[in-house]
């Protein structure tokens, strides 16, 4: 294992200090419990957007947490569940009297333990809502997961609500914007190597030099095959095709293409398939209109990639326009 | 060769194609000869701003285009410099009458076809002053260059003289505070992996998997010495014993610190190497009042990492401060 740690049991920890030595000016870092919360919170009567996971798909969701954006980032072990008591003790520390809204992603044990978390901050008087992302149209009920997995559907998600929040939207109308964007937005991801997670110490699967996985999911669950490496042409149409079939995508309708890459792809390679991709889904009549591509919700040091399709209105699009200044999105 | 890629040869002007899509009003995007320009261009009496180099250190240059930044970038194929016609064509473009600073990395490729491109820009009336950055204290005459390489430093120095520009300053104050800067960086990189040139197809180095390189160009080439794997407290005095030996910090001085993945190099390990080396630093009393952390400089999929440390005194925080707005880095 070919890593820049100390000891692999304190990654999270050691990478959360360092988290708070780089951005003193916007976040604050707690530790034991793990979470992370923008400096400013609690900000007062608005509705607190409060999101976590395991570590291990950074910058989401700890470099997340901004204005716009996150009020709080609840961290777990790589690929791990945070516990319920940490998720409680963030969300006590970011409501500010409007309530908070919890992003999950689709995995058996985030839905459990952020379902916990809720029940205990209500028992606080805190309201709560969840909105569960499932938007990995790769499979169905896979590794700890039963339905679709939650992947980059989720950073879009994190960005439209956050602005809802910060304009000053209540509750139920940030918890039925995060479902309309859940409800519209479709992804698939492909991978050509493994990542490897520090406790374990080896590769999560093992690829051979020719092979790549389509359909692989964030935590290095196997997606739909494994088949010979291929063009980018190729690839492309591999992961839009699922996309489109799935969500009534139609001619002339308005997207955002998200074009990520899962931690070891560069960004020519990642910029030249977000151009393919630009130049299929407009031969289907598909108008992109807004983009985001970059390193935003990876698994380690994995390479290979995923596109997101989110459907806009002109509620979303405005949203998504709105400034957001976290560590890792800003503008 | 894994890589999402059509053809070798082809892969830097397929990413310039899927950069011009994905940001169509921040870019203007040429070809034959490739340069990428801010979409406002030329801004009529400011210091144009130009870099370039070869490809593969993604985002440097081309991510850093854009208002309070660089006015151009002329991205060459990978690990190769761009032509002289290419940079004047660059310039010749973004000129607003107030000259143009052309920022060069210190190799022998860059040196002598920026030099070219200088005396061709002049010889059109175009005032042109260059800084040559050599901020890498790992060697000195390494592979094709003569002195020490331009590395981290680069970004840095980009970004302030961009906003030195962007606030009105001439040509010869924009080349002094380049100058200042160019005295007061230095870095120094290592590599836990080799990056692979795609018009190569194979790993540019071989390492055993119990081995780093610490003092590795962005080019892959040799460093200081190839030892074995340590933890990441050793490698990051490994890293900034030499920066600090170089330059003459001193307790009490004042510096920004930029952790600098290769490109392979996830979130996680970097902030937690930030971390170390902010307390290395705080008990050597340098003071760290500014920071950078991120994948800005790479080497392909490189996985490895990079410090630099530059001296900053109130003008230099300043302009570091000052807005700005690329596709890769904003504020």
Chains 1, 2 share one sequence.
């Not at 935590?219 to 063009?231: D, I, N, T």
């Amino acid at each position: 294992m070919k890593k820049i740690i100390n000891a692999p049991a304190d990654v999270v920890t050691d990478a959360l200090r360092g988290m708070a030595a780089a951005h003193p000016d916007r976040l604050r870092v707690h530790l034991e419990p793990d979470f992370v919360t923008r400096v400013d919170a609690p900000v007062s009567d608005k509705v607190a957007v409060v999101s976590g996971g395991g570590s291990g798909h950074e910058p989401l969701h700890v470099g997340f947490v901004g204005s716009g954006m996150l009020d709080a980032a609840v961290p777990g072990a790589v690929f791990t569940s945070p516990t319920p008591d940490a998720v409680q003790a963030a969300v006590r520390e970011v409501d500010g009297g409007a309530g908070t809204l919890l992003v999950v992603k689709n995995y058996t044990g985030d839905v459990l333990n952020f379902e916990t978390a809720a029940e205990l901050a209500e028992a606080e008087d805190i309201g709560v809502r969840t909105v569960v992302v499932q938007d990995d149209v790769a499979v169905r009920d896979s590794t700890n997961t039963a339905g679709r997995r939650g992947v980059g559907g989720t950073v879009l998600l994190e960005k439209i609500v956050g602005a809802a929040a910060a304009r000053g939207h209540d509750l139920p109308s940030c918890h039925e914007i995060a479902e309309r964007v859940s409800a519209g937005v479709r992804s698939m991801g492909m991978a050509l190597t493994a990542p490897t997670v520090p406790h374990v110490g080896e590769p999560s699967f093992e690829l051979a030099d020719y092979e790549m996985e389509i359909g692989v999911g964030i935590h290095a669950e196997p997606g739909r095959e494994r088949v010979e490496l291929e063009s980018a042409d190729r690839i492309v149409r591999r992961l839009l095709e699922p996309i489109l079939e799935d969500l009534p995508f139609r001619e002339g309708d308005e997207v955002l293409l998200f074009t990520n890459s899962m931690g070891g792809t560069p960004p020519t390679e990642l910029y030249l398939a977000h151009g393919v991709a630009e130049r299929f889904l407009a031969e289907r009549g598909v108008r992109v209109t807004r983009r985001l591509v970059g390193p935003y919700i990876t698994s380690l040091e994995m390479q290979g990639m995923s596109f997101t399709l989110l459907k806009l209105d002109d509620e979303l699009r405005q949203l998504w326009d709105a400034p957001v200044s976290t560590p890792a999105l800003t503008w």
